[in-house]
């Protein structure tokens, strides 16, 4: 039998859609989140972006944004990204460095993604920005724990 070329015209398979049914009712759920104005503006697989406007009850004695809202801000995108596997997932750890100051006012996004995952841990970097410049005003590192199913 004569090899035959590949069929170039084929059209493959879809890729199934991922379930993000988990995650999206994890942030549906979290009041924390949503009790500080933060909106989910991007839910993926690996991925999470959220958005949140700093209020004047989040400034602290310096007219600067607390670093505690921050961290809160990049924690809830974080959690977006390393449960939209669809396993129960928590932090482990966590590390931020601040990188400027933020602002009463200022609209800052913070972008979560999953760097690597392995066995039941995993690691996901968070960038938070200042929307008005793109001003990076924060890095966040997290550790995650997926839970063995109940």
């Known amino acids: 039998m004569a090899d035959r070329p590949p069929d170039h015209d084929a059209t493959p398979e ?3 859609e991922p379930d993000l049914t988990h995650v999206r009712a994890m942030w549906a759920d979290d009041q924390a989140s949503r009790g500080l104005g933060m909106e989910a503006t991007v839910v993926e697989v690996d991925r999470g972006v959220v958005r949140m406007t700093v209020t004047e009850a989040m400034v602290n004695g310096h007219d600067i944004a607390h670093g505690g809202f921050i961290f809160t ?3 809830s995108a974080f959690a ?3 449960n939209s596997r669809g396993q129960l997932t928590v932090a482990a750890g966590a590390d931020i460095t601040f990188v400027t ?4 006012g ?3 996004l913070a972008d979560a993604r999953v760097r690597t995952a ?6 996901t970097d968070v960038t938070v920005t200042r929307e008005s410049d793109g001003a990076v005003v924060a ?3 997290g ?3 997926s839970l063995p199913p109940r």
């Open 14 to 16: 879809p890729e199934p």
């Open 73 to 75: 801000l990049a924690d």
């Open 139 to 141: 890095e966040f590192r």
């Open 106 to 108: 200022d609209v800052l």
């Open 80 to 82: 977006l990204a390393c």
């Open 118 to 123: 392995y066995g039941r841990s995993g690691i």
């Open 101 to 104: 100051s933020a602002r009463r």
């Open 143 to 145: 550790r995650s724990r």
